[in-house]
């Protein structure tokens, strides 16, 4: 990591920025904070993640503050705060609890549901269920890992789950409780509350990977069901990646992050239009792949095009050209977020001393909504659909325009067959399926959760099965796909 050096103008919105940082403790489920906290930065991009209270040992991350008073509580913000509050929301929803367990994984701080918003109870000692293994925007695609990184030399299946916390949920029943009366109009303009967040996480049977590799994964006791949750088998499995959704002031389509383990799978090369690696990763079988080949699904072999060489398309979402040059005619600009991203990452590895130094944030993605008032804020997403999601200049995305998560959207990194098809026209991200209209039509910024429009279909009486169904519609209207 080289060091860079910051412009003064980037100095000053430290300074400035700063004050707006809080502490806030594991007790606190998701609520905004308004009190403010002075911190220092230093003089370079390594140390975006130094804060007063400090976010290290990992143990006392604080929470990050979102709401009033806090950094988003401006009409003016700038690219870092998106990259520190991601990354210091994942310091803190990993840190140890009181007995030792992640605490997105206390069931009183977090709950687990499903799809549909049902709460998931865990099997007696274990702390996560799993049934889920469907790939983002395909009926019955999984992804299956090298077996040549497994401790048998087999392939496993990747399984998800699903978290959210009170705040979220609690807004969520109560959003689908007025649409069904009728006190709230099915097309309107509500958000979710500030200080909302749904997690999405990745799961693998710890055989997958050889013993001299397991302890740089975290593990866990995970009860697995592969009939429907009819019967279940506990078994030891590694988080391989996690999405982190949340919601902060001024910005009701949520920040969405993600993060992956080190060892998943290469990044692609666009100037040689191929992926390799002289090592057996997880996804990715030693020696290289041409084309996008390793991300392209299918459908009669479930896996992709050419197995188990699964990649990243960009090396932390942030879209390249032919040549790999960072794509600078983009809403965003460029260099100064992947810069960002790669300086907190080096900032954050630097200060762990834990499993989870072996993670890295792959990047986030945001609206710009300066300047604009919660209504027009909630217009924006009302009016612009499923356009959210362009990254050309003018459009309102920001940050790391090509987001994806190597374990959940592997085969949705593009829509795009080949590399040579792919341009800042047809660019993919998390908005590309979520945005502001539900599966039945109608338009709104809570429907950005799939989650909870699965769940006011289902109150409405649509069976899982119809749920799907449409979301799959849905993704398929948007994406080509």
């Known amino acids: 990591m080289k060091t860079r050096n910051l412009t003064l103008g980037v100095l000053a919105f430290l300074c400035l920025s700063a004050l707006f940082y809080a502490c806030s403790n594991d007790e606190v489920e998701g609520t905004p904070e308004t009190e403010t906290e002075d911190y220092m930065a230093g003089d370079n991009p ?13 143990a006392q991350t604080p929470a990050p503050m979102e709401g009033k008073g806090s950094p988003f509580d401006t009409s003016s913000t700038t690219n870092q705060i998106f990259h520190q509050w991601s990354w210091q929301k994942f310091l803190w929803l990993t840190k140890p609890d009181n007995g030792g367990n992640p605490l997105f994984l206390n069931l009183n701080k977090v709950y687990q549901v499903d799809a549909n918003m049902n709460k ?9 269920s ?30 998800y789950s699903i978290h959210m916390n009170p705040i979220m949920f609690n807004a969520g029943t109560g959003f689908a409780k007025d ?18 967040f749904e997690l999405k996480a990745s799961w693998i049977s710890v055989n997958a990977i050889k013993k001299a590799k397991r302890s740089s994964y975290y593990t866990t006791m995970v009860s697995v069901s592969n009939d429907g949750g009819t019967t279940f088998e506990n078994m030891e499995m590694a988080l391989l990646g996690m999405h982190v959704v ?25 100037a040689t239009n191929s992926a390799s690696s002289n090592d057996d990763m997880l996804l990715f079988a030693a020696g290289s792949t041409t084309d996008i080949n390793g991300i392209v699904y299918d459908k009669s072999t479930k896996l992709g095009k050419d197995p188990h060489k699964v990649f990243d398309l960009f090396a932390y979402g942030v879209p390249t050209g032919m040549d790999n040059s960072v794509m600078t005619n983009t809403a965003q600009k460029e260099p100064e977020n992947i810069d960002n991203i790669k300086g907190i990452n080096a900032c954050v ?14 990047g986030s993605l945001w609206l710009n909504t300066d300047g604009l008032t919660p209504t027009q804020q909630a217009e924006l997403l ?13 459009s309102s995305a920001r940050g790391s325009l090509g987001n994806a998560n190597i374990t959940m959207e592997t085969f949705t990194q593009t829509f795009q067959s080949s590399n040579a098809d792919i341009n800042i026209n047809n660019l993919a991200n998390c908005f590309s399926c979520h945005f502001a209209q539900g599966f039945s039509s109608h338009t709104s910024p809570i429907y950005i959760s799939h ?29 080509g796909n």
């Open 451 to 479: 989650v909870f429009d699965g769940y006011l279909n289902q109150q409405m009486g649509k069976s899982a099965e119809e749920i799907e169904r449409l979301k799959l519609m849905q993704e398929k209207l948007t994406t």
């Open 179 to 196: 649409i069904i009366n009728g006190t709230t109009d099915p097309s309107n303009l509500e958000s979710f509350p500030v200080g909302s």
């Open 120 to 128: 998931i109870t865990p099997q007696a000692g274990t702390t996560v």
């Open 46 to 58: 390594d140390e975006l993640c130094i804060t007063n209270p400090s976010w290290f040992p990992h």
């Open 130 to 159: 799993v049934m889920d293994t469907e790939q983002a925007g395909f009926e019955e695609a999984i992804l299956q890992s090298n077996p040549a990184y497994a401790e048998d030399g087999k392939s496993h299946t990747v399984y």
């Open 382 to 394: 009302v009016k612009q659909g499923s356009g959210i999601a362009k990254a050309t200049s003018g």
């Open 246 to 270: 949340g919601v902060v002031e001024n910005h009701p389509e949520f920040i969405w992050a993600t993060f992956e383990h080190n060892d998943l799978g290469p990044d692609f090369d666009r």
């Open 349 to 362: 590895k630097s200060k762990l001393n834990d499993v989870w130094a072996n993670y890295h944030y792959q």
